[in-house]
Structure formats: C-alpha cells, structure tokens
C-alpha cells in the first residue's frame, strides 16, 4: 500500500507520551507516493530537530519514506519532566509514535534510533509487528552505557537517590530509578530474538560509543544483518555530508524490506475522509484517495497549528487550480510562460464596502468571503497576455464553484457505514 502528499513537507503533530505528557512531533512527508514511514528515536537528552535527525529525515523523505521524528519525555517541546523518565519510558514512548502513525497514516516499516535512541528501537521492535528493518546509528549494545557519562554524579545518585549531571553541556537532574532502569535492561536477548532485518552504522572513531558496541549488536544479531562504517564521523554525525550519506545507505538498503509504489490507478474515484485524531481540540487526519494529510486549527484559537487550517485548504484549492488551469492554457496555446505562482489571501469583510467584489456583493448585507489572488509569473508579460491571464484564471473551475451556489447534502450514519458511503476505488 502508497500513499502520497502534495509536496515535501514538515507535518507538525501531537500525541500522548508514557507518562501522558504531550509529545511533539514533526512527520516529513516526501512529495509523491509515500513508500513506506519510518520512526526515528533521537540520541539521549538530544532532540527531533539536531540538525542530524532533520538532515536524515529530509534525505529519507526525498526518496519516498515518511519519516516521524519526536521529542522524548521532558526534552525538547515535548511536556513531562525528564527527571521522571527512565529509558523503560523511552521505549514506551517509541511504541505511542508508532502507534500515532499507525492509526493516522501507516504504521512504520523502518524504525531508526541514533545512540541511545538506537538501544530504544531496539527493546522496542518486538512490539511494533509491522516494522521490517530496524536501523542503528552510533548505539550501545548495553543501556547502562549512558551511565558511563554520568562520572562522579553515579555515586551521588546512588547515594542522594538523584543528583545534577551535565551532558552535552546542559545540565539535566537524574534519578536512582533512572540509573536502576537502565542496569535492568539486557538487550542481546532482544536483538537476538529481533526477528527483522538490522542495519548497523556505526564510526569507529566514535568517541562517545566505541565501536566495540557495534559488534556486539552485529554478532548479537541474526541475519538478516549489515554492517556499515562510517568512517570519520564524529558521534552526532555533525557533517552534513555524514547525515546525508547515511539517509541514503539507509534508503538503498531499506529498499529490500519496502515494496516498490504501487503503479497508479487511471481516474481512481477520490472521496475524501476526514477523521478526529485524538489530538488537541481540531486536529483532523485527511484521506484522499490514496493521499494523507492533516488539518488543523492555529494555537491561537485552540488548536496545536498542526495542518492547514479548513480556510486555508479552500485558498489552496483555489490557488492550485487557477496554477493548473493557467498552465493548461499556456500548453495548449504553446505560449512560452514562466514558471507560475499563486498567492492566495481569505478574509471576510463587509459586503456593502467591498467595492471590487462586484456581482458577489450586490444586494448582499453582512458579511461576505473575499479571496484576494495573486499570480507571480517568471520572466515578461505584455498588457495585452497579462489581461488575457486574469481573464483564463477566472474560468478555474474552483473559482467558478466559489462563485456559484453550491448543494452540500447532509446525512448522519453508522461509522461502520463510511467504507460504503465511500469505496476505496470506482469512477469519477
């Protein structure tokens, strides 16, 4: 199964944590069909948006995968307190992300964890059925590793029951439960029994997880299994090109375990489906055919600014179609025109003062909608093709819909009846 997105994009998202905390999230949606999503757990006190996580995310979304990244508990924009949490947390985190993508989108196929993130995708593969590779970058095979950098403060904890550690530079305040978890944890038993193809990435000159760890996860593992260096990179693959090459091993490698796009259908019916996520007040999944998308509400009306917002599909709606039907024009006419823009305003305003808004505003009171369009276009336009474009964005069917009354037919039915109401293929 595909899906698609209109253009490469950030999604921004919201959903429960461990300890029930807000989680955010950013989904990088490929522009096309969408192959497969895959979940990537950042490295520990890190965040989604190190430039390494955005760099492999937007690479991975370039060749068609999906890619949900998400602050832990108590880190980055994500609530909760992070002296509360324990890596036990994390791994239940990871399995809420997959669970929000499975139940909005697709559940991910690829699950991809950078250092401690790496141990935490792999404690939690085993509960997210649907993934088939499993991906680590710069992990430890043992949990209690992070406590290594703990140095002095190890034994305050033990003692105190928590104490301040600084990481990274940032000081963050760890409890005994932390460290009790993290000696709990014995991966080999799980990468062992993993059951799913694994990719392991790591630098052997990596300062902070040596690469010793990277052989005991390799040998730990049951094939399907491989290894790649990665040479001279630094732990948090600071280098650009570093993150950029690793999101392509990653693609090519992945393209094992993830089907080819489906061929597309001829005049495949669209119905759209738009269903409550669970998410803030108005935060809605959008399917379309084979298409997924999000609508939202801004922050400051209530909503998490997630997607666009109702109004800002129908601007949408009109500023691709009057694109489209422009660019149908200049084809069939065989007219050398630019590449196009439409810039799309909405407002309302009062019908008795809107003085351009012709036939729209006649004999109306209140208030009326006003779309103000704008059509950018590369390169010279005479007077004369800059009139006759304006003349052909009026005839835009979406404009023409706006502008002429409208049958909305409303009926209220079982949720189970919506498979009918709308059959997944068909005619226009």
Known sequence: ????????????????????????????????????????????????????AKRIAAELANSGIGVLRFDFTGLGSSEGEFANTDFSANVEDLIRAAAFLRDNFAAPTILIGHSLGGAAVLAAAGDIPEAKAVVTIGAPADVSHVLKHFGSSLEEIRNKGEAQVTLGGRQFRIGRSFVEDAEGHRLAHRIGSLGKALLV???????????????????????????????????????????????????????????????????????????????????????????????????????????????????????????MTLRIYANHKKLALGRLSVGVRHGKVAAQHCTDCGAAAEGREGRIDR????????????????????????????????????????????????EQALPPSGRR
């Open 1 to 52: 199964m595909t899906f698609s997105s209109p253009a490469t994009s950030i999604v921004r998202a919201i959903f429960t944590g461990s300890t029930g905390a807000d989680l955010s999230a950013r989904l990088d949606l490929p522009a096309g069909a969408v192959r497969a999503f895959a979940l990537f757990a950042h490295c520990f006190t890190c965040s989604k948006d190190m430039p390494a």
């Open 201 to 323: 990435m790591h630098a052997p000159r990596d300062m902070v997880v040596g690469i010793e760890n990277a052989s005991r996860i390799f040998l730990s593992a049951k094939h399907p299994k491989s290894f790649v260096s990665l040479d001279d990179a630094d732990h948090l693959l600071s280098d650009a090109g570093t993150a950029t090459y690793v999101a392509r091993m990653i693609g090519a490698w992945a393209s094992k375990y993830v089907p080819d796009p489906a061929p597309e259908v001829a005049d495949e019916m669209v119905g759209v489906l738009v269903r409550e996520t669970g998410q803030g007040a108005y935060q809605n999944a959008i399917t379309v055919g084979r298409h997924r998308l999000m609508a939202d509400e801004p922050i400051a009306v209530g909503g998490l600014d997630s997607g666009p917002s109702p109004y800002d599909y129908l601007a949408i709606a009109l500023g691709a179609c009057t694109a």
């Open 371 to 418: 779309f103000e369009r704008f059509i950018a276009i590369e390169g010279d336009v005479d007077a004369a093709l800059r009139d006759k474009l304006i003349e052909i964005a009026d005839k835009c069917p979406v404009h023409r819909t706006l502008e002429a009354a409208s049958a909305v037919v409303t009926s209220v039915i079982a949720g189970a009846a919506m």
